[in-house]
């Protein structure tokens, strides 16, 4: 069974990350779609910090002896997932950039002929 002090930590752990991540969607630094994921992973960890059974019988089922350590494990594969959907972000946005910098060298170019045309 997990400590009483590790659950009450991961309990207020969950919270103020609940909270923090409804002023970020609230003042609008935090995108909704990315601010579900963060809720949920918050949700999980508090329930699991309160419900303190079902963290056993999930460290249980994971083979993890101590069972505040799933709830880390969880908390970390969460971490990792939203890194990676960040990665494939960063890349779609890396081309798009090179695709908008390729066509505005074209339109630069479209322009020093268009202007040199009308001085000729």
Avoid: C
């Avoid at 990792?80 to 081309?95: A, C, F, M, P």
Wanted: no cysteine; glycine share 6%.
């Amino acid at each position: 069974m997990t400590p009483l002090r590790v659950s009450i930590f991961a309990a207020g752990a969950a919270i103020v990350l609940l909270a923090v991540v409804f002023e970020l969607i609230r003042s609008r630094r935090l995108q909704e779609r990315y601010g579900l994921l963060w809720l949920l992973t918050g949700v999980v960890i508090l329930v699991l910090a309160l419900w303190r059974g079902a963290l056993g019988q999930l460290a249980d089922l994971a083979g993890i002896p101590y069972p505040p350590s799933a709830l880390f494990v969880l908390f970390l594969l969460f971490v990792l997932l939203v890194l990676l959907h960040y990665s494939t972000v960063i890349s779609d946005l890396s081309e798009q950039n090179k695709t908008m910098a390729q066509k505005l060298a074209l339109l630069e170019n479209e322009l020093k002929e268009l202007e040199a045309g009308r001085t000729d």
